[in-house]
DNA sequence: CGTGAATGCGAGCTATTGCTCATGTTATAC
DNA sequence: GTATAACATGAGCAATAGCTCGCATTCACG
């Protein structure tokens, strides 16, 4: 294996015309497929070329080494990801706060639930690629969203630290789903684990139980 | 990169004398030392017997191949996560349930910052070994832990689905844990996200909220 | 058209890896 | 002391890997 040698932080040429941008997709596509069946081990430039008809010379004309394949993938995975609590946390102010986690932990299920194998191979598999990494990326963006909107509420909260509070609970949740997602995947489709994460979340930032949860679901509908 | 060709099964032989049994640890340290300094990329067979001092032949000579070594690495490192755990559940007839869930975290706690470099190595970086790998076999076998401790105090619990509630909190716990490591030391160090951590399962569990905490946690020493 | 730029090709270079094997050295058994 | 088994060595093989580069093809546009 070739030692990734960083080869001189090489920008490569953005696509211009239509042919090119097919090109760049085609190889992105060849690329998750890859990973999805063979894993990281099976991703390797020549193959991720020939999955998607192109030669390897192509392939390192739009991306500068294979590093930048993934890191092309991760980005479009956590554009999806980002979509939907952008949309909920600006809304928490107006909204009770049980309702504004439920919404949170049901939109992350969903999210977990397109491409779950390439999500899952991305997040467990590929190689930490430093600290522009997407999941710390993604992650402490997720935290910042969070907090914000918590904080909306703050005097419905019986937490000290909200800090500590925020990793605790978008780590949980985070790992619930993304583990249920192979472990469970029928209580994530049928909602029963979204149920009990919102109830455990909820009881545990507030103090209170939420017991009232059917109702409470109703009323969200 | 040869292609781990699966040796054919090699059981390997295992050493006899005390010079032989000297070179496997000697093996094993620097495969440690290696893994925490450069991450599983800079893990080589050659540079791990460089490191040890001593030949790549004498290191074939124990470990089949690659992957076994880290195969040992891990079948350590989880004996050492496992010793605590179950002398803990199997008090937990005999204890309140919230004494017994703190004393599990707490025992979590204490043994993630046992090496946590390769810890952290080992879970995040490392390429799955297949459906033996070491994190499912943990996994399943503390999950089943946990469920027969919970079961002794069924009639304090407020969960509906045991199973699922297990999975949830087993997951939240370790995901938790593992993750602080990293991100947040000085709340691990300090006993704060084992309190957060411990009112957030308790109160889940039992449907109401563990307030008067801090007696207990006096209780409990 | 024709011309330069954009795009595409793929044989093959260089580096490195996992692992073997022929050979030597040390311990144990008698 | 000698034979046998255990242990150790390290040059080097076979297999890839990442990536380059000289050249071919196609496009945009006057």
Do not use: C
Not at 83 to 97: E, H, N, Q, S, W
Not at 130 to 143: H, K, N, Q, T, V
């Amino acid at each position: 294996m070739a030692k990734l040698k960083k080869t001189s932080a090489n920008p490569r040429k953005a696509p211009a015309q239509d042919r090119s941008r097919a090109t760049v997709d085609v190889i992105l596509d060849a690329a998750a497929r890859i990973l999805v069946k063979g894993g990281y081990a099976a991703f390797t430039t020549n193959r991720v070329a020939e999955t998607a008809g192109v030669s390897v010379g192509s392939l390192y004309q739009y991306f500068p080494n294979k590093e930048s394949l993934l890191g092309e993938l991760m980005r479009r995975h956590v554009e999806e990801l980002e979509r939907g609590m952008v949309a909920i946390t600006a809304d928490a102010a107006k909204r009770p706060l049980a309702e504004t986690i439920r919404a949170l932990i049901e939109d992350n299920v969903r999210a977990h639930l397109v491409d779950p194998a390439l999500h899952q191979v991305l997040s467990e598999e590929v190689p930490r690629l430093g600290p522009l990494d997407w999941r710390i990326a993604y992650g402490s963006r997720a935290a910042m969203r969070v907090r914000a909107a918590l904080e909306t509420r703050r005097s419905e909260l019986a937490v000290g630290d909200l800090d500590l509070a925020v990793y605790l609970v978008t780590g949980a949740v985070e790992s619930a789903i993304h583990d249920a997602v192979a472990d469970r995947p029928d209580d994530l489709r049928s909602g029963a684990l979204t149920e009990e994460l919102t109830r455990m979340i909820v009881g545990y930032l507030t103090g209170k139980p939420l017991s009232a949860r059917r109702s409470l679901r109703a009323a969200a509908e």
